[in-house]
């Protein structure tokens, strides 16, 4: 579907199947062709760059259960999981963020996925994929029902802990002893929260996280050195009341990225992607926070589009139907520094209501 083409990059060295970590306190700091080459150098010419395909998927592999995505990816007869795996494969990324992938204590899915993939001659070896916030208890009863220890009194909405979950896998090696994970960081100490606004229960902003999934930021080892991929997928702003504390929650998991740009600065080279669940322009949410993202000139936006993107919307990465029509809700935003080659998205909806989004970066 308009995918430039290009070498396969395949990794050498083999993690575990999911390459997971348990995830410790987060301190409440917060923001806080090597033979080419040489020849290039004995010829006095450049060395060629070396280019890195990235691509964000949230592929519907979420089921009301655990367990359930598992045996699904072990019988191979699912429609809906065939469709998104050749989707994925169609893309063929050096490194792949999914978004929506039912997380499990071993990594089992992960796992399985992986074989399925592999099974397409999609070779990702190595995989990060810690718990995430979705379906973890708060104790409270968030959404005032009177009711708790339901989805919506977690960390995140998830019918059971690891619903909806974050994975990264690669091609390349994932340096797991360097990446940071912020999932802990309290919604109470992002500057500026709307946290006061959301109407929370009492004592519930102690321990309430921000991010709805996860926040990391872990580095992917390349041959222009490692490259920072700033990760996470952020709450839908609707399903709350006139408290709007969904829309105020996924405008604050947005503009924490502002606030971690300007605590880490922009000298490692580094790419923010993900689910951002919100449209700069159209549908529900508070959509000057994206604005402000997009603008910020720390940052690029590839803008990528497709020839079979729908019709007057070319930006466009979900389509959810009603009346609100096809959104851009997916990203990949590199850093000013980078050098885009091209950009895309891909979709099939007999796979997802998201489409895949790709970026290829020309690293040095």
């Given at each position: 579907m308009g995918l430039p083409s290009r070498q396969?990059?395949?990794?050498?060295?083999?993690?575990?199947?999911?390459?997971?970590?348990?995830?410790?306190?987060?301190?409440?700091?917060?923001?806080?062709?090597?033979?080419?080459?040489?020849?290039?150098?004995?010829?006095?010419?450049?060395?060629?760059?070396?280019?890195?395909?990235?691509?964000?998927?949230?592929?519907?592999?979420?089921?009301?259960?655990?367990?359930?995505?598992?045996?699904?990816?072990?019988?191979?007869?699912?429609?809906?999981?065939?469709?998104?795996?050749?989707?994925?494969?169609?893309?063929?990324?050096?490194?792949?963020l999914l978004t929506d992938l039912d997380w499990d204590y071993?990594?089992?899915?992960?796992?399985?996925?992986?074989?399925?993939?592999?099974?397409?001659?999609?070779?990702?070896?190595?995989?990060?994929?810690?718990?995430?916030?979705?379906?973890?208890?708060?104790?409270?009863?968030?959404?005032?029902?009177?009711r708790f220890s339901e989805p919506r009194d977690a960390q995140g909405y998830g019918q059971f802990t690891g619903q909806h979950g974050l994975a990264l896998l690669s091609k390349r090696p994932i340096l797991t002893d360097q990446a940071r994970d912020f999932s802990a960081f309290l919604w109470a100490d992002l500057p500026g929260s709307?946290?006061?606004?959301?109407?929370?229960?009492?004592?519930?902003?102690?321990?309430?996280?921000?991010?709805?999934?996860?926040?990391?930021?872990?580095?992917?080892?390349?041959?222009?050195g490692a490259l920072h991929i700033w990760a996470y997928a952020a709450t839908t702003p609707v399903f709350d009341g006139l408290e709007d504390r969904n829309g105020r929650r996924n405008a604050d998991e947005t503009a924490f990225w502002r606030h971690y740009l300007a605590r880490a600065g922009s000298?490692?080279?580094?790419?923010?992607?993900?689910?951002?669940?919100?449209?700069?322009?159209?549908?529900?949410?508070?959509?000057?926070?994206?604005?402000?993202?997009?603008?910020?000139?720390?940052?690029?936006?590839?803008?990528?589009t497709a020839t079979d993107a729908p019709a007057g919307h070319p930006l466009a990465t979900a389509d959810f139907g009603g009346t609100v029509g096809p959104l851009r809700v997916d990203y990949i935003l590199p850093a000013a520094g980078l050098k885009v080659q091209a950009a895309g998205t891909l979709g099939d909806p007999r796979a997802s209501k998201h489409r895949l989004v790709w970026v290829d970066l020309a690293l040095p």
């Open positions: 396969p990059v395949h990794a050498r060295h083999r993690d575990g199947p999911g390459g997971q970590h348990d995830r410790g306190k987060t301190p409440r700091l917060g923001l806080g062709g090597v033979a080419s080459g040489l020849i290039a150098v004995f010829l006095g010419l450049p060395a060629a760059a070396e280019t890195l395909r990235l691509a964000t998927f949230s592929p519907g592999l979420s089921r009301p259960g655990p367990g359930l995505v598992l045996a699904a990816l072990q019988k191979g007869n699912d429609p809906q999981i065939t469709a998104a795996i050749a989707l994925i494969a169609e893309a063929n990324a050096d490194v792949l071993r990594a089992e899915a992960l796992g399985a996925l992986q074989r399925r993939l592999a099974g397409q001659g999609l070779d990702y070896p190595f995989a990060h994929a810690p718990q995430p916030n979705t379906g973890i208890d708060t104790g409270f009863d968030i959404d005032g029902n009177g709307q946290l006061p606004q959301a109407d929370l229960p009492e004592g519930a902003g102690a321990v309430q996280r921000l991010a709805s999934t996860a926040f990391w930021d872990v580095p992917v080892q390349t041959g222009a000298s490692a080279p580094f790419v923010l992607m993900g689910l951002a669940n919100l449209d700069p322009d159209r549908g529900e949410g508070q959509r000057a926070a994206m604005r402000r993202l997009l603008a910020d000139p720390r940052l690029q936006d590839p803008r990528p």
